[in-house]
């Protein structure tokens, strides 16, 4: 056998120290979407456990997506874009509770279609940052305040929960409650604040 006159050469990039980006984190490929992050437009995301709010899932074609018991909710402000939500979910779902994407706001809970336990109208609760108020507005001392948001979005860095539009920065990354599920590199924490919060998890090397 005759061997190649040129030598082999082999590199290795040690996630993080060589290359960013994908090897900042390590997503499950078996997976592509989730209830955090909805598929493209025509697409619906079948979950593999819709009662847990970190489950990921199948993007499938909308129109054959959800199965019979199952209700299409399409994500707002994305046509054709949505997650399949068992309908007796819409009974006990703080995410979507009695219809599509009524959240109970301030991590309230779902009794038989109805959300028990809300903050009032125009009201927030200040550990959840502005999450319970409106686009643009602030949770400042328990009220939604018109234009007190930061200007920077879920996973942008932050000193402080003022640089962010959801008003929360936990370990210099903004952060937001897991109402909607949690985006690749964070987690929920039940216990941070009602509802659950996002917080990053560790970075996870692409060679030990």
């Not at 490929?29 to 970190?54: E, I, M, Q, Y």
């Not at 959800?66 to 007796?88: A, F, K, M, T």
């Given at each position: ?8 050469v082999v ?22 979407c989730?209830a955090g992050?909805p598929?493209?437009?025509n697409?619906a995301c079948v ?16 129109d054959?997506a ?16 949505g997650?399949c ?5 819409l ?5 979507h509770c ?41 949770c ?9 948001a ?7 860095p ?25 985006p ?6 039940d216990?941070a ?16």
């Amino acid at each position: 056998m005759i061997l190649p006159s040129w030598p082999l050469v082999v590199v290795i990039a040690v996630c993080g120290a060589v290359v960013p980006g994908p090897c900042s984190y390590a997503p499950d490929p078996a997976f592509d979407c989730s209830a955090g992050d909805p598929c493209g437009r025509n697409l619906a995301c079948v979950l593999v456990d819709p009662t847990s709010p970190d489950s990921r899932g199948f993007c499938r074609s909308a129109d054959v997506a959800c199965e019979d018991g199952q209700l299409l909710c399409v994500v707002p402000g994305l046509d054709r874009s949505g997650l399949c939500v068992p309908e007796e979910q819409l009974l006990t779902s703080s995410t979507h509770c009695g219809d599509c994407f009524a959240r109970c706001r301030g991590g309230a809970s779902c009794v038989e279609g109805e959300c028990v336990g809300e903050p009032a109208p125009d009201a927030c609760l200040p550990e959840r940052g502005n999450f319970d108020c409106g686009g643009g507005e602030g949770c400042v001392d328990g009220v939604c305040v018109d234009g007190a948001a930061g200007p920077a979005g879920t996973l942008d860095p932050c000193d402080d929960g003022a640089d962010c539009d959801g008003g929360l920065c936990t370990l210099a990354i903004c952060s937001r409650p897991c109402d909607f599920g949690c985006p690749p590199t964070t987690a929920c924490d039940d216990d941070a604040v009602p509802g659950g919060l996002c917080v990053p998890v560790p970075e996870v090397g692409c060679f030990e």
